[in-house]
């Protein structure tokens, strides 16, 4: 009850023009404060938001990436699998096969030549190039079609240039991987 007495004393006391001066600036402070306090909110609010979108958008590019390496895992682990099948597997003793099942050496420009590259220090790729004149496209597509049934050997690259009437000139890599340590044991 004495702090009622006391505001009423304060405000009988005073000038009407002085009261509503201080009204007015009490009401301005109490005005700037929930103004205040509201764009404090919004602009925070605002910045979160906008924090939580990065945040989301980076925890979708971590599952992509998780995903891809989950499936190089796999892939890994396919080509150890199919390496250990295949110890003794010679490329250029398949190439010559397919070849000769193909009779096309008559064909060939000159024998293949084998090369051996190191990848990523723990495969070696071993390339083969062989070149074909005059070989029209059945055969060729013969050719492919028995290499890629090899699952151990891809197709790296391929030439083709055409010659007089149907006939076909092509250039021709293929490769395909082994171990470092089945290397390092020879």
Request: positive net charge.
């Amino acid at each position: 009850m004495t702090l009622l007495n006391q505001l009423q004393q304060i405000f009988l006391t005073q000038d009407i023009k002085e009261f509503y001066k201080r009204i007015g600036l009490y009401a301005g402070v109490i005005v700037f404060l929930i103004v205040g306090t509201l764009y404090y909110y919004y602009t925070r609010t605002s910045d979160l938001h906008a924090a939580l979108k990065k945040v989301n958008k980076d925890r979708q590019e971590v599952q992509h990436l998780l995903k891809k390496y989950k499936r190089v895992l796999e892939q890994k682990e396919a080509v150890n699998t199919m390496l250990e099948e295949e110890k003794n597997f010679k490329i250029q003793s398949f190439f010559d096969s397919v070849v000769q099942q193909h009779q096309l050496k008559g064909q060939q420009k000159q024998d293949a030549q084998v090369s051996e590259e190191v990848l990523y220090k723990r495969y070696t790729e071993i390339k083969l190039t062989a070149q074909f004149k005059q070989i029209n496209t059945q055969e060729l597509s013969e050719l492919l079609r028995s290499i890629e049934e090899k699952k151990r050997v891809y197709i790296k690259d391929l030439a083709i240039t055409k010659t007089k009437g149907a006939a076909l000139d092509i250039s021709l890599t293929i490769a395909t991987l082994k171990s470092q340590s089945e290397t390092k044991a020879r």
